[in-house]
């Protein structure tokens, strides 16, 4: 039976499909599958998982580069999302990139969508704890299917390569991306991998596809805390070692550091923790990490990601319109080549590491193990500017460098 609108229709989003077009769209640059799920965590449209898997076996012959996006809050799968339209630009800037590479990918994005936007106006600002709420339901949903589905999809093309040709450019590549709650979704459904493969002593852990991805992740540390231990008891890690997990967080994003944690207060009121001294820093690390996101927690932090000022850039939440050329490949080889042979000595990355990237990014390791394939990120506002200034050309760019980086060979 068809609800009749009401006045409130006006702000409210309705828990129904909001992508109207083909399951699968077919660019001449790239494929898009876009593929949203409901409130409890079921596909709206079942046909759009088949014919994913049925896009993977019509390719399963040829290599692939593919990258999945969740979105986060107050976003959803409309074809007029700006996240979406954003993630399109992204694809195409991929496309190009390809063009100058010795083992072309024909590339491949995944739209993940959920009712991240719930209500419209300014009472959209006023979800943030309910959508944190369905975020958890999402992330223990159909939504694994899918990323089991592309993981094992790359597993069976690459199952014969060797990592030097990967590393020489053969091969299907998997990235993926989360934001906000988004980051959430993604995090739980691939927490449990990452922490087996981080409990194997003496041995390379090994990512989740290629690279993990979580930008402003808006869950509390506590939830981080078994990798911190894994990787403590682990002691180490070998020769070869590169980043699988990448949290990047905005030193001005207000979500996470201001609405998250007064949140947490009222929500774990009758919680018990203990007092736990970290690094002699505080004997309440246990609270700080109930109440903050793994960006906020200053004993967690492992690098800083900044950037010259830019004062012509575009308003943080502009939507990305994609690169006029591609990336000069050569120049990015040589520039890996020379911080190799500066940082990474005998294979090991050395304390205190910095590199700068192609457009201007500055990442510097400020703590821990150098090695450490999980990094917690402090980004300043010219990279990442706020909860939403996510797709900043410069913070784009250094993305998908960073991604090059961990299939290039490293000496």
Sequence with gaps: MTRRPGLFDFFWEPNAPRWDRATFDRKDAYDLAVIEFDDQGWYHKPESRNALEAHLRQFEA????????????????????????????????????????THKKKILGIYIGWRGLSLHGMLSYATFYTRMSTAFRVAVGSVREILALVRRHQRER???????????????????????FGALVLFSAVAEYLIE??????????PFGDLIILVNPAFEATR???????????????????VCFMAVTAANDWAT??????????????EAVRRIKIDGITDHAQRDANLNTIGHIKWLRTHRLTAPV???????????????????????????????????????????????YSDGAHLQHVAGDASNPFWIVEASKEVV???NGIFRPVFLDFLRQLADDRMRRAI
Excluded: C, M
């Excluded at 060797?162 to 590393?167: L, R, T, Y």
């Design 62 to 101: 040829e290599d692939l580069a593919i990258f999945v996006f969740i979105h986060g809050w107050r976003h959803n799968a409309a074809a007029t999302d700006d996240n979406l339209h954003s993630f399109r630009s992204l694809l195409r800037d991929a496309a190009k990139s390809e063009i100058g590479r």
């Design 158 to 180: 690459n199952r014969n390569l060797s990592d030097e040709q990967i590393e020489q450019g053969l091969g299907t590549r998997l990235v993926l991306a989360g934001h906000s």
């Design 197 to 206: 493969s981080i409990a194997r002593p003496k041995k390379v852990v090994r």
């Design 224 to 242: 981080y805390q078994p990798l911190v231990t894994a990787a403590l008891a682990r002691g180490g890690y070998p020769s070869g070692q590169r």
């Design 257 to 270: 550091g201001i609405t998250f944690p007064i949140g947490r207060w009222f929500g774990t009121w009758f």
């Design 310 to 356: 830019q004062p012509a850039a575009a308003p943080a939440t502009a939507k990305y319109e994609g690169r006029k050329e591609g990336p000069d490949l050569a120049k990015e080889n040589a520039d890996f080549t020379v911080f190799n042979e500066q940082w990474r000595r005998d294979g090991v990355l050395q304390e205190h590491w910095e590199r700068t």
């Design 385 to 387: 500017d706020g909860h």
